[in-house]
């Protein structure tokens, strides 16, 4: 059964994938102003707000699992700090790429990608933590801390970040200095929608795969650990 | 005369995916002085550390007088109990008579001098009073380390090793303590290797095996000694 | 009530006195941010012209590195023959032993930094005799502390926690590190109270944040 829910995701997934990168690479126009290069924010902008949804599921599960003592919380919150750092690395290269032909810089000091940054080191940190820590309930329940406090910090950090680029504004040059990234045609959403639902379909399939595994070493270390009575 | 009862109901404790204790009861009241026996990774050390507020049990209740303090009250529990473990959690930088006052204070002890006299004599740590723990030798800290755990008068009292590292003397010293805290209506759980000598003492003998408890021998004394030695010995030489 | 500010004033008093005598935390804090800013003063070549955001972002990141590892090592002392499982052991709550290391840290970040001041003072020609100064410190060393202790509680059994803590703790200190940073910008340009009061709210609202936050989740830190 899980199998075969697991196939169809799979499938689910790979076909919406293959159909996106058609439409983003081939089908959408290309715009006028940032010129090709504006290809890779039909990658970026979806994988940074699942990013941060899955921050969220992190903060979410965390306090659940402290909450409810409940170990599935534990593997959702793992899982997802793991993936939404996947995509938290894929949103920094792909920002990055379209930074430097757009703006002019590889990386300026504007609030938004301050957060973004900070939030990425405070999750790896977290998994770090989480893996040098010895195996128990201990480990867990102190990384739902870390979890929290990462939460918490992150208004604080935006807030801060923002009065900061205000006092230093950051400079940027190139074609599209004065204008935001949105999307302006009708074909560019529709393009950017796909893509967003795609990249979320592929989410919560590889967000399952790893709660799977978990799930597999939490019961091979259970079975191989524990006293026979 | 004291009539404390401390009773744990389907203790069980896990490390990590490691099942230390499961299911266990044990009952200790005013005036038994029960020895806690059972081989390297028995659970015994672990059901101290329970006993003492180091760690919680996943499941089950530990319960004084039918009141789970342990759960509910546990300040009430802690000011009950009273524990010297194999670490002996004294300041290395502190004198003997700096740490003691220090966890006087924490105990909420009014006169912190007065309270300790007997104990000090009694256990030989008048020269060593002013004493940096750092420069004192093994058996002097562990000495210290038990006044730390008797200076509240607690009701239940827990040794996990203790006589490990003292000379004769001392450990002479210690059994008159012990005997002395169960005339006035402690009750003690004490854990020990040198099982001929502390069966001495003890009223009650309780073995472990595997987390949980293999057989207690309620009512010790001179003529079950030898059975008592044999079956823990046949225990402990099982795999 | 009264009980819990007895044994608070009693951890704080025990801390103080350790620290008196093998002087462990100070040293710690006040050597590594010391030599940090001397490096930092030859790497940006501040004899010849700097601005008042540089010296304020050296200060306050030397600072920052130096506390944590000060804070570590407050913790390491307990860990030396387990003294906090005494403390666990005594009838008094979690938080209460929170705010004892929480207050006691805070002091020697602050008996640290009378030594690191000067020393900044003379190499980057800055006065920091300054009420607006002063606060600044004082509210810094409060959130350094708070979220300091609150994490080197929760690294106690983990490994290679010299390497973890800091990493764990820089990213969670931006808002108090920007916040300090401009403060002492403006503070050394001579602005008004008016500018640095945003960013000392920044600094008020995460010490408040995380103060409160770390007494209700004392008592999950140290449960084993």
């Known amino acids: 059964m899980d199998n075969i829910i697991k196939n169809k995701l799979l499938l689910f997934s790979s076909f919406f994938m293959l159909v996106n990168i058609y439409l983003i690479f081939i089908w959408v126009p290309t715009e006028a102003n940032q010129g090709a290069i504006q290809r890779i924010l039909y990658i970026h902008v979806p994988v940074s707000q699942i990013s941060m949804i899955a921050i969220i599921i992190v903060a979410i599960s965390s306090v659940l699992f402290l909450l409810k003592r409940n170990e599935f919380w534990d593997k959702i919150a793992i899982a997802s700090a793991e993936i939404g750092l996947l995509y938290g690395t894929i949103m920094l290269l792909s920002g990055i790429l379209w930074a430097k032909p757009v703006w002019g810089v590889w990386w300026t000091g504007e609030a938004k990608l301050t957060t973004a940054l900070i939030l990425y080191l405070i999750y790896v940190s977290y998994i770090m933590f989480r893996n040098y820590f010895p195996i128990g309930s201990q480990g867990q329940r102190i990384a739902a801390i870390i979890a929290i406090i990462g939460a918490l910090d992150t208004p604080l950090i935006y807030f801060a970040a923002n009065l900061w680029s205000e006092a230093h504004p950051p400079i940027v040059l190139g074609p599209a200095s004065e204008n935001d990234s949105s999307f302006s045609s009708s074909e560019m959403r529709i393009v950017w929608l796909f893509s967003t639902i795609s990249f979320m379909i592929f989410f919560v399939y590889l967000l399952r795969v790893r709660y799977k595994l978990q799930d597999n070493i939490s019961k091979y270390l259970k079975i191989t650990t524990e006293r026979p009575n | 005369m004291k009539n404390n009862h401390l009773l744990c109901k389907s203790i069980t404790k896990r490390f990590g995916n490691n099942k230390v204790i499961s299911n266990l009861d044990l009952s200790l009241k005013s005036g038994d002085v029960a020895l806690l026996l059972g081989k390297n990774g028995a659970g015994k050390s672990t059901l101290i550390k329970l006993l003492s507020f180091l760690s919680l049990p996943d499941s089950g209740e530990i319960t004084i007088n039918d009141i789970n303090y342990h759960k509910n009250d546990s300040e009430n529990y802690r000011r009950q109990v009273g524990s010297a473990l194999h670490e002996n959690m004294l300041y290395n930088d502190l004198t003997v008579k700096e740490n003691l006052f220090f966890f006087s204070k924490l105990y909420f002890i009014q006169n912190p001098e007065k309270n300790l006299e007997n104990l000090i004599k009694n256990l030989s740590l008048s020269e060593y009073i002013d004493k940096k723990i750092r420069f004192l030798s093994h058996g002097i800290r562990k000495k210290v380390s038990i006044a730390k755990a008797l200076l509240h008068n607690p009701n239940f009292i827990f040794f996990d090793e203790i006589e490990s590292g003292l000379d004769k003397n001392s450990t002479n010293e210690l059994e008159d303590l012990i005997l002395e805290k169960k005339q006035s209506g402690a009750g003690i759980l004490l854990t020990s290797h040198m099982i001929r000598q502390s069966i001495n003492i003890s009223n009650k003998v309780v073995i472990m095996n595997k987390g949980n408890i293999s057989k207690i021998f309620s009512n010790v004394s001179s003529k079950n000694h030898k059975e008592i030695i044999n079956y823990y010995e046949k225990i402990t030489s099982q795999i | 009530m009264k009980n819990a500010l007895i044994a608070i004033f009693n951890i704080v008093k025990k801390d103080l006195l350790i620290e008196f005598r093998n002087k462990d935390v100070i040293l710690s804090i006040s050597g590594f941010a010391t030599i940090i800013i001397f490096i930092f003063s030859f790497a940006f070549d501040v004899g010849s012209s700097f601005s008042s955001s540089t010296a304020g972002g050296i200060l306050w990141s030397s600072i920052s590195f130096a506390s944590i590892i000060g804070i570590n090592r407050s913790f390491v002392i307990e860990n030396e023959n387990n003294t906090l499982g005494g403390l666990l052991m005594a009838p008094i709550s979690r938080d209460i ?66 390497v973890l803590l800091p990493m764990l703790f820089l990213p969670c200190i931006i808002p108090i590190l920007f916040a300090s940073i401009e403060a002492t910008s403006l503070i050394f340009q001579q602005k008004s109270w008016s500018e640095l009061f945003t960013w000392f709210q920044i600094i008020i609202a995460f010490n408040l944040i995380f103060f409160i936050f770390s007494l209700f989740i004392s008592n999950v830190i140290f449960e084993d």
Do not use: D, Q
Not at chain 3, 115 to 133: G, M
Not at chain 3, 150 to 156: E, H, R, V, Y
């Open chain 3, 97 to 162: 032993i929170y705010l004892g290391k929480m207050i006691g840290n805070f002091i020697f970040i602050t008996i640290s930094e009378i030594v690191i001041l000067p020393i900044f003072a003379i190499l980057f020609n800055f006065s920091i005799l300054s009420i607006e100064f002063i606060i600044c410190c004082l509210l810094a060393n409060i959130g350094l502390s708070v979220i300091g202790t609150l994490f080197a509680s929760l690294s106690i059994k983990v490994r290679a926690k010299e």
